[in-house]
């Protein structure tokens, strides 16, 4: 990992003169994030496109990634781990290189992937949710992942690869280990490859104009459901 700068953990002042507390995220992904941050009204709305960009460092959201997208967006680490822990896209468990999903889900079921699952199991020694001791591959038994003309349907690292047979599945593998799906299939962690620069700038000043007239509108509101004083006219 590359080099690390600061950021400041949420609720903890720092004393003047005090050192900052170091930042797990390297120098680059701060900057990024950052970036990403400026392009929205509100930093906390940055909290899922950087629990994403964290990903990429290791594969999966470590604790002291959180603490420190917390402190970035200003939200607590709970709050990253509770949202984090809601998506199956970010993950806050350790994963191997790359995450292969099988669908067992009806029309995948009903073409094979039953088998396809017990194959791969087998071929890779690990069970549905585990991780290969090489640490390259992580199984995982899915849900409908909406391909499912090509049942049945695998994904690696939340790509399609195309509906699989036993013999197809173990090349994928050993093409996987190999490194020569690289290209099209990224390490997990890496799900866009695409930066975006503009797009989301929002102009804060008509932000906090509409904001100001949705806080009046409320207050009349509010004024016009209370009750009339008794004797008042
Ligand atoms: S049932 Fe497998 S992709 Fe839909």
């Not at 930093?43 to 420190?68: F, K, N, Y």
């Not at 292969?100 to 194959?119: K, Q």
């Not at 087998?122 to 499912?148: Q, W, Y």
């Not at 020569?180 to 866009?192: K, Y």
Request: charged content about 20%; glycine content about 8%.
């Amino acid at each position: 990992m590359s080099d690390h700068v600061s950021a400041t953990p949420v609720g903890t002042p720092r004393r003047v003169g005090a050192p900052p507390p170091p930042s797990h995220l390297s120098a680059d992904t701060l900057a990024r994030a950052r970036q990403i941050i400026a392009l929205y009204p509100e930093a906390r709305s940055a909290l899922i496109p950087l629990c994403h960009l964290a990903q990429q460092e290791e594969g999966w959201l470590t604790a002291e990634a959180m603490v420190d997208i917390a402190s970035l967006v200003g939200v607590t680490p709970t709050e990253v781990l509770g949202t984090a822990s809601f998506y199956d896209m970010l993950h806050t468990e350790p994963v191997g290189t790359y995450l292969v999903a099988v669908c067992t889900n009806i029309a995948c079921l009903l073409n094979g992937a039953g088998e396809l699952l017990e194959h791969a199991e087998t071929s890779l020694g690990v069970n549905a949710g585990g991780t290969t001791a090489d640490g390259s591959i992580t199984l995982e038994e899915a849900e409908c992942l909406a391909d499912c003309d090509r049942a049945p349907c695998v994904q690696v690292n939340h790509r399609f690869v195309g509906a699989q047979s036993p013999e197809t599945f173990d090349q994928l593998v050993t093409d996987l280990r190999a490194g020569t799906r690289s290209a099209d299939i990224p390490s997990h962690g890496t799900l866009i490859r695409v930066t975006r620069t503009t797009g989301l700038e929002a102009d804060r000043a008509q932000v906090a104009s509409e904001r100001a007239a949705m806080a009046d509108a409320q207050k009349a509101r509010s004024a016009a459901a209370e009750p009339s004083p008794k004797g008042g006219s």
